[in-house]
């Protein structure tokens, strides 16, 4: 794979959903503007449009358009830059589509804030760019990209630091072997979360163990006071970031698909997605880090954990698979899956394709074929 030279001008004439950039590889040099940050700032905030639109994923509901201004994106991206600027990244990697408000950010503009060199990779085949000509990274990731990173352990290890930015759904447990194997010395993860509608509203960073918990980024704030006891609530903020609905002014706060236990003023443990949590047989289950578990017993192409409804106990789960070719669900460990799970679908099917948001988001199934025996019960 070859990455083609773009310009920043051609990078921002071309904008966030144009096929050359979303599509296809190329590099972008903001490094030749050495240091200038006041010239780039110009020049992005001269070429942008006054407010651009970021469509949600689809996942939740209806796909929907928020706006920002530009002067708000070009802020979102200084948020994001100051997170990666103590790891002094001299070079970006990044593989987050710009139709996304976090691809925008982390292909296009974070670069652009730091001046340093970005390659874009569309896809998960290809070569990496050469790592030898800088010596800090910063990685921008989806999930997916732990497994590649991992793969290419040589790559890594010929980088003196690599900083992977992760701000899109539950972070794989890939992320921890990933960290194993590169080392706490060369390695270090910084994650963030939000939604299309609030932008970042938290970070956590992590060199190795496990996760910590999540911290409210300096210009948010929770919108309700904490109350005693108040256990699990859905995660409410305010911050100047929000995003706006057209023909609407920014809202004074934003309500977010997610559950989360608060542990202070600024802190919160994230639970799960209001619409990945289901409850079977009075046992609650994240559908996400179901999935996740699939991961190392499943040998198919892609799979998903979707809610449905029982007539007998109101909620359950199924289990869809995209097989690879030449083989059936007889194929697959599903005794294993079901361990890992800790529950027995209610249905296992195979179907033609899982489709996906640009980041890997669980979307819906397209052309559900039972292509093997019915129901796995």
């Known amino acids: 794979m070859s990455y083609p030279e773009l310009t920043p001008q051609e990078l921002l004439r071309e904008g966030f959903t144009s096929p050359r950039v979303t599509d296809e590889p190329w590099v972008v040099r903001w490094d030749a503007f050495r240091g ?6 110009e020049l992005v905030l001269g070429m942008l449009p006054p407010t651009v639109a970021f469509h949600t994923s689809g996942t939740t509901g209806a796909s929907r358009a928020w706006y920002r201004s530009k002067e708000f994106l070009w802020s979102e991206a200084g948020m994001l830059s100051r997170l990666l600027a103590p790891h002094r990244p001299d070079a970006a990697l990044s593989f987050v589509h710009s139709k996304h ?9 974070v670069p652009a804030r730091l001046g340093i060199p970005v390659w874009y990779r569309p ?22 990209i732990f497994s590649l990173l991992r793969r290419q352990m040589a790559w890594v290890r010929s980088t ?18 990933f960290l194993a194997e ?13 939604a299309t509608e609030s932008g970042g509203v938290a970070t956590r960073q992590w060199s190795e163990g496990t996760p910590p918990d999540w911290s409210l980024i300096d210009d948010v704030s929770f919108a309700d006071p904490l109350r005693p006891d108040e256990g699990e609530v859905t995660l409410k903020v305010r911050s100047p970031r929000l995003a706006f ?40 289950f994240n559908l996400d880090r179901l999935e996740d578990l699939l991961r190392p017993v499943l040998d198919c192409a892609d799979h998903a954990v979707r809610p449905v409804t029982d007539p007998l106990i109101g909620e359950h789960v199924e289990l869809l698979v995209v097989l690879r070719p030449g083989t059936g669900l007889g194929d697959l460990d599903l005794a294993s899956a079901f361990e890992r799970m800790g529950l027995r679908p209610r249905e296992v099917r195979a179907v033609d394709r899982i489709d996906r948001t640009e980041i890997g988001k669980f979307r819906r199934v397209q052309n ?8 796995i019960s």
Not at 160 to 177: E, F, K, R, Y
Not at 251 to 278: A, N
């Open 36 to 41: 200038d940050l006041a010239a780039i700032e």
């Open 101 to 109: 408000l976090y691809g925008a950010l982390t292909s296009v503009l």
């Open 123 to 144: 896809g998960f085949a290809g070569r990496l760019p050469p790592a030898g000509d800088h010596r800090r990274w910063a990685v921008m990731a989806i999930p997916w």
């Open 160 to 177: 003196g630091h690599i900083t992977v930015l992760h701000a899109s759904g539950m972070i794989p447990d890939a992320s921890l072997d």
């Open 182 to 194: 590169a080392g706490a010395e060369r390695a270090r993860i910084v994650e963030v979360f939000g």
């Open 245 to 284: 609905l057209a023909g609407d002014a920014a809202p004074e706060s934003c309500e977010l698909d997610d559950h989360v236990e608060r542990l202070g003023d600024r802190d919160f443990r994230f639970t799960g997605r209001r619409t990945r949590l289901v409850n079977v047989n009075g046992r609650r």
């Open 368 to 375: 559900i074929e039972t292509i093997d025996a019915g129901a």
